[in-house]
């Protein structure tokens, strides 16, 4: 069992091969042969091997006619490689007197001793053509394009037998023939006969084809007896012919005044052979066909790059130039005729038109040469520094317009302009100002116009400018009054007559030691709840009054009397250089002789001896003040550390303001709202926040316990000093009790006024 199957195999395993090179290895072979009597015939049999394998082929001839043979230079066998074929050539040589027959011959073919190919093919033995053109070729014919050219040629038979001559025609594309009686011609031996045919020729088209090329054409006539060809050989060349192309011609001119412009004309010679050009405008003088150059009503026209002497090539190009220049004037236009003519063949002449006419161009530019209006103050006036150019092509007028948007006023110093071509005027004065109620950080919209009468709106430009906001405060009115009880009322009346939204800080204080505080109109930021000696107002609107109160108590206890000063220190929240003060004076009226408690009474008698108690008395006092003052003026540092950079305190009063309370001007700071608003929302917060902060109720206690230690020490040594002068009795008055010298300012109100 085993051995049968491993028989079988090895039995497919041969059978496979074969039966693959029997799909992939090919044979061809003619299936006719003709030949002549005594002739030596060449059979071709091509044997193409598909296979990857090399092949072992051999040819034998199984069926050969007597007296016939087949003669190979090499034994009949051979190898083909792989993906190879090869062309195997046998001749056949057939007897002088084999009669005119057909004959059956057959080879086979082995492949690798397995395969095998079997074919025969026919033998035809016949006479050989003789045929003969009576022209020889070389022959040299001349057409016109698009023509036809009637050609007639003979031919003779010099076989032995009649033979059928079919006839063809090898022509360049482009190229045609008709033949009018038939291709077939059948001409007994000896015999001539003649073959019409007619050529069409071709269209010259971009000069092909030209003058210069020969067109080869042969006439062809096939033996029907074996096939055999013979030839004439011609050639045709097409007569001159002379045309051109219009490729392109530019646009027509549009022109400045006196300005110029060339318009591009190309043509092209599409005949086939070179050709020269007659190019110009029609001439009014009989002496002369065409000119290139003329004049008309102030218009000049020329031509430019003709170059008439020479030749366009076949199917080359030339561009030439019309140019046409204007009269410097406003309007006007032109035609001109254009003549192209192809030397030798003047019917083909063509004619042109080209005209150019006058357009005005309206144009102008607008510069700012200088503006200073980007800010200015209400009721102040700026000026924009202008200056027109006229970009046109002709001297033109122009006006100028100014539109507005906002509460501004406006000045032209000129409004219309006759300029010249590329000439620019003198500088235009524009004036801007904001009425005098103008808000600060109001904007206003400015648009100035360039116009043409009939070109309409040119350029504009646009400008924005801000109204400048200032400061101004008014004192309205400045009151006092003194009341039963000794204390002083004051009543302070301002007005913001600046344009746009303040704030003051406002402070206090007395060139004597006695008590008195501001009152804070409502909405006032201060720290203080009692003798309250500062406080902050934001937000004060503009054209609205703002007043507030303080009172202060006049000394009773200065035997001299003298002057009780109060000064208000009043600073810009937005600026902090505008400061300016308000002062009330009061008189403190001196302890007369009559007061009961004889006060000022002293015994000069007993003055030398207290002399040195009293002074120890004021070194006491003066002590003591100097202690208090440091109190406040620490407290008074620390707060206005708190309150920097928004306004400094003056601890010490200044000369005396003039009697009619007038105030310092200085011109507005440049805030915008924004920063305003900053500042005003930052005075409510401390700047310098404590780690814990002190309530009202302790700082007012302190106060207090300060003011009264001061009055206290006072009352006490003026007490020890009293009891000592009543003792000695009153003699004279004591030197120390002597009035200092009072620094007065005058409000420009009396006692009585108040």
């Excluded at 800080?505 to 006695?514: A, D, F, N, P």
């Amino acid at each position: 069992m085993r051995r049968g199957l491993c028989m079988a195999l090895v039995m497919t395993s041969l059978l496979l091969p074969l039966a693959h090179a029997q799909d992939e290895v090919t044979f061809s072979a003619p299936e006719t042969l003709t030949a002549y009597q005594d002739d030596n015939r060449s059979l071709a049999i091509v044997i193409d091997n598909g296979g990857l394998n090399v092949i072992e082929w051999q040819v034998n001839f199984t069926q050969i006619p007597s007296d016939f043979s087949v003669w190979y230079p090499f034994e009949m066998v051979g190898s083909i490689d792989g993906q190879q074929s090869e062309n195997i050539v046998f001749q056949i040589i057939t007897p002088d007197d084999a009669p005119l027959n057909v004959y059956k011959l057959a080879f086979r073919i082995e492949i690798d001793g397995d395969l095998t190919f079997n074919h025969s093919f026919d033998l035809i033995i016949q006479y050989p053509s003789n045929l003969a053109f009576g022209v020889q070729s070389g022959s040299v014919l001349s057409v016109a394009q698009l023509d036809q050219l009637p050609i007639a040629v003979n031919i003779t038979n010099y076989a032995e037998i009649e033979d059928t001559v079919t006839f063809s025609m090898e022509s360049p594309e482009g190229w045609d023939v008709i033949w009018p009686n038939g291709v077939n011609r059948t001409i007994s031996p000896s015999d001539l006969s003649f073959i019409e045919f007619t050529i069409l020729s071709p269209a010259v088209i971009n000069g092909t084809p030209s003058n210069d090329d020969l067109a080869a054409h042969r006439l062809i006539a096939t033996s029907s007896l074996d096939e055999e060809q013979i030839y004439w050989d011609f050639s045709l060349r097409l007569e001159t012919y002379r045309n051109f192309s219009i490729d392109y011609i530019g646009n027509n001119l549009t022109l400045d005044p006196g300005g110029s412009g060339r318009i591009e004309v190309t043509i092209r010679n599409t005949g086939n052979v070179a050709q020269k050009f007659d190019i110009g405008f029609p001439s009014s003088n009989q002496g002369e066909s065409i000119v290139t150059s003329g004049s008309d009503n102030g218009w000049q026209y020329s031509l430019y790059k003709l170059y008439p002497s020479e030749a366009i090539g076949i199917n080359q190009s030339r561009t030439f130039e019309v140019a046409i220049q204007s009269p410097y004037s406003q309007d006007g236009e032109i035609s001109v005729q254009l003549e192209i003519r192809p030397l030798g063949n003047e019917a083909k002449t063509q004619s042109l038109s080209f005209s150019g006419i006058i357009i005005l161009r309206h144009e102008v530019q607008m510069q700012i040469t200088d503006n200073q209006c980007d800010e200015i103050l209400p009721r102040s006036t700026c000026e924009i520094k202008l200056r027109l150019t006229n970009n046109g092509n002709y001297m033109d007028e122009f006006s100028l317009s100014v539109e507005q948007s906002g509460n501004i006023q406006t000045a032209l110093s000129k409004a219309s302009f006759n300029l010249d071509k590329s000439v620019s005027s003198d500088e235009v004065i524009l004036s801007l100002t904001f009425p005098e109620n103008t808000t600060a950080e109001t904007i206003a919209t400015t648009i100035i116009t360039v116009g043409h009468e009939k070109a309409g709106e040119l350029q504009s430009i646009t400008v924005q400018t801000t109204a400048k906001g200032f400061l101004l405060w008014s004192l309205v009115e400045a009151e006092q009054n003194l009341g039963a009880d000794q204390k002083l009322s004051m009543k302070v009346v301002l007005l913001n007559q600046g344009n746009y939204d303040d704030g003051l800080q406002v402070s206090i204080s007395s060139s004597h030691l006695t008590n008195f505080t501001l009152i804070p109109p409502s909405g006032a930021v201060f720290e203080d709840s009692e003798n309250i000696r500062s406080f902050e107002m934001f937000q004060i609107p503009r054209n609205t009054e703002f007043n507030f109160r303080a009172w202060a108590l006049v000394p009773q206890d200065i035997s001299a009397g003298g002057n009780l000063e109060i000064n208000l220190t009043l600073m810009s929240v937005s600026d902090e250089n505008q400061i300016f003060y308000v002062g009330f004076n009061q008189s403190i009226p001196a302890i007369g002789n009559d007061n009961v408690d004889a006060f000022y009474l002293v015994d000069v008698g007993s003055l030398v001896q207290t002399l040195g108690a009293m002074i120890a008395a004021w070194w006491g006092f003066c002590a003591s003040l100097f202690i208090a003052l440091l109190i406040v003026k620490k407290a008074y540092a620390d707060r206005k550390k708190r309150l920097q950079p928004l306004f400094e305190l003056r601890t010490e009063p200044e000369e005396p303001k003039n009697t009619d309370l007038s105030m310092e001007k200085k011109p507005a700071p440049e805030v915008s709202k924004e920063q305003f608003t900053q500042a005003f929302l930052a005075q409510s917060k401390p700047l310098e926040p404590t780690k814990q902060p002190v309530s009202r109720e302790v700082i007012s206690a302190a106060s207090t316990i300060i003011d009264h230690h001061g009055e206290e020490d006072v009352i006490n040594k003026m007490n020890a000093l009293a009891q000592e002068i009543s003792s000695t009795g009153p003699k004279s008055l004591h030197e120390a009790n002597k009035s200092l010298d009072q620094q007065t300012q005058n409000t420009g109100l009396t006692e009585l006024d108040l």
